[in-house]
Nanobody
Framework: QVQLVESGGGLVQPGGSLRLSCTVS????????MGWFRQAPGMDREFVAT????????YLTGSVKHRFTIGRDNVKNMVYLQMNALRPEDTAVYYC??????????????????WGQGTQVTVSA
């Protein structure tokens, strides 16, 4: 069984930055494709970013592509989401997810087996 714990959320002003972390335990993070999703109030959960097991391939949704970066450190069993130039519409609960390694990008919830509890990100002046 894999456990995921997110951290690093908080309140930030528009234009600010936050770095979310996801700690993977139970099994080596290198066994998994990792992803970040988010859910804003009253909205469905949506895909944000994904990274393959080695970190050599990443994909981010269009609205964050030039502002966010996903990375991982398999030695530390950590996954990161660096968020820059934050906007009020980025306000959401951000979830870390883990799924089996695949040769294709997986940008849907069904592609992930394990989920964290989420961390709140609020972008407001």
């Amino acid at each position: 069984q894999v456990q995921l714990v997110e951290s690093g959320g908080g309140l930030v002003q528009p234009g600010g930055s936050l770095r979310l972390s996801c700690t993977v335990s139970g099994r080596p993070s290198a066994n998994y494709t990792m992803g970040w999703f988010r859910q804003a109030p009253g909205m469905d959960r949506e895909f944000v970013a994904t990274i393959n097991w080695s970190g050599s391939n990443t994909y981010l949704t269009g609205s964050v592509k030039h502002r966010f970066t996903i990375g991982r450190d398999n030695v530390k069993n950590m996954v990161y989401l660096q968020m820059n130039a934050l906007r009020p519409e980025d306000t959401a609960v951000y979830y870390c997810a883990a799924g089996p390694p695949r040769s294709v990008i997986v940008a849907i919830e069904g592609g992930y087996e394990y989920w964290g509890q989420g961390t709140q990100v609020t972008v407001s002046a």
